[in-house]
């Protein structure tokens, strides 16, 4: 059985494909998310459908390999089994892939009136907020209230928050420009807060420069060593008393594993990620395995990072281990091999650290472009996010920028 069918459960699951095996994937989604693109959809650039894909359509190949849409709610190892809303599942092997989720740090009025950026219905929830602000502002005459409503507050100055602030100031600037002829757009504010006194801590300094000056280019407001206190529905308050009339406040700082290991009771690490063995076993349940963000893995003492290529790698591991197991070997260490980390501030810009190697510049968004392009998960995505992206590059145009509410679902 894998818990979660995001970057580390799915390669698992496509690892055991030759397998003497049955797989189980559980995820409460029907869809395999390309988190990367997420500010896409929050910014109007790519629909929902492009960026995500049915698990079930994903596991055709797989002849071993069935899905189950459950919520899982923790799991009792000695009775093996994995806890869902759907009843309890048996296993013989178990990988924990459950990923992470927004951290609020328990301040409730974050929790209340900032938007995460984990889900796609985050990302849809986003793009509807920003759109309606518009419409709302062009009719307020109200000067104050009309700059309340236009300025966005991106806190997190990590790749996330960098690429939301950077696609947000150009949705403004080069779209919604020619839709709001009447509106002053001069009043338009995209700050970028961030706690630490540098943006994209974890690239090499001329590349965290780089990002910074790139962004301000593009009408970004960067405040740096700026710790959020709270936040209102019309404001956002920082530690040293300063306060920003902001209505859209998007929490990009802080991250940690979703709850299914708390659920378990199990030995909890920095961000609540779930300690395991070098082999990504748990301590005495050698049947056990945890992967992705919700795995605490380290490497040479550090935790290794919450990345795409860490969750992979790792599920790939997971996968060689069973069979190994299944033969009648041990398990074997993990290692990861970092091939490097990149975010793009937007049109023609974008900073890119490849062990030796660093791009900046138009250098740096081309190699960003290829390797989104590459690993958008299927032949159809790629083209129409192709499409998409070549349409809003050539023609400054966006057609995605609809106002979509859910209706009641519940009937
Ligand atoms: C906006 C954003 C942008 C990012 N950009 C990058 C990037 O550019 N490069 C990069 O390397 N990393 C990026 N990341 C990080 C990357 O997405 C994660 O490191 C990666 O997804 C971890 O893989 P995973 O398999 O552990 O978890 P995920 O891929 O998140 O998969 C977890 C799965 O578990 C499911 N799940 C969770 N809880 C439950 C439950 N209780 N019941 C049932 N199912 C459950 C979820 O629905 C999900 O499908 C980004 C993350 C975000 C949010």
Redesign the pocket.
């Known amino acids: 059985v894998i818990?979660?069918?995001?970057?580390?459960?799915l390669t698992c699951a496509r690892g055991l494909k030759k397998a003497p095996v049955d797989v189980l994937l559980?995820?409460?989604?029907n869809y395999?998310?390309f988190?990367?693109l997420?500010?896409q959809v929050a910014s109007a650039v790519l629909d929902p459908g492009e960026i995500a894909r049915p698990v079930r359509q994903l596991i055709r190949p797989l002849h071993n390999a069935d899905f189950l849409l459950?919520?899982?709610?923790g799991a009792d190892l000695e009775k093996r089994e994995l806890l869902?809303d759907h009843g309890p599942l048996s296993y013989d092997y178990l990988v924990l892939?459950?990923?992470?989720q927004s951290d609020y740090f328990g301040n409730a009025s974050l929790a209340k009136h900032a938007f995460g950026?984990?889900e796609l219905d985050e990302g849809l929830a986003l793009r509807n907020r920003i759109l309606m602000r518009f419409e709302e502002a062009r009719w307020t005459d109200d000067r104050e209230l009309r700059r309340m409503l236009l300025t966005f507050a991106v806190v997190g100055g990590g790749?996330?928050g960098v690429e939301m602030a950077g696609a947000l100031a150009e949705l403004t600037h080069l779209v919604l420009s020619k839709d709001y002829r009447d509106l002053d757009l001069g009043l338009v504010r995209v700050v970028l807060l961030e706690a630490a006194g540098a943006l994209l801590g974890t690239f090499a300094e001329p590349l965290r420069e780089a990002g910074r000056r790139s962004l301000e280019k593009k009408g970004v407001e960067v405040l740096l060593k700026a710790k959020v206190a709270d936040v209102t529905a019309s404001s956002i308050r920082l530690a040293d008393g300063h306060e920003i009339p902001a209505s859209t406040v998007i929490w990009?700082a802080g991250v940690r594993a979703?709850?299914?290991g708390s659920a378990m009771g199990l030995p909890l690490g920095r961000q609540a990620r779930i300690q395991v063995l070098p082999t990504l076993q748990l301590t005495g349940h050698p049947e056990v395995f945890v992967?992705?963000?919700?795995a605490g893995a380290t490497d040479g003492g550090a935790s290794l990072p919450?990345?795409?290529?860490?969750?992979m790698q790792e599920?790939r591991h997971v996968a060689a281990t069973i069979k190994y197991v299944l033969r009648g070997y041990g398990a074997t260490n993990f290692q990861y091999k970092d091939p490097g980390i990149m975010a793009t501030i937007g049109r023609n810009s974008a900073v890119a650290q490849l062990g030796p190697v660093r791009l900046t510049g138009f250098l740096g968004w081309l190699m960003w472009l290829g390797v989104h392009l590459v690993n958008v998960i299927s032949f159809r995505s790629r083209l129409v996010v192709l499409v998409n992206w070549a349409w809003d590059y050539l023609f400054f145009d966006r057609p995605i920028r609809l106002i979509v509410r859910a209706a009641d679902d519940e009937k």
Do not use: C, W
């Open positions: 818990a979660g069918a995001g970057f580390g459960g559980v995820d409460r989604n395999h998310l988190t990367p997420l500010y459950a919520n899982i709610t869902t892939a459950s990923g992470s950026l984990k790749p996330t990009t979703s709850e299914v992967i992705g963000d919700l919450m990345l795409i290529p860490v969750a599920g």
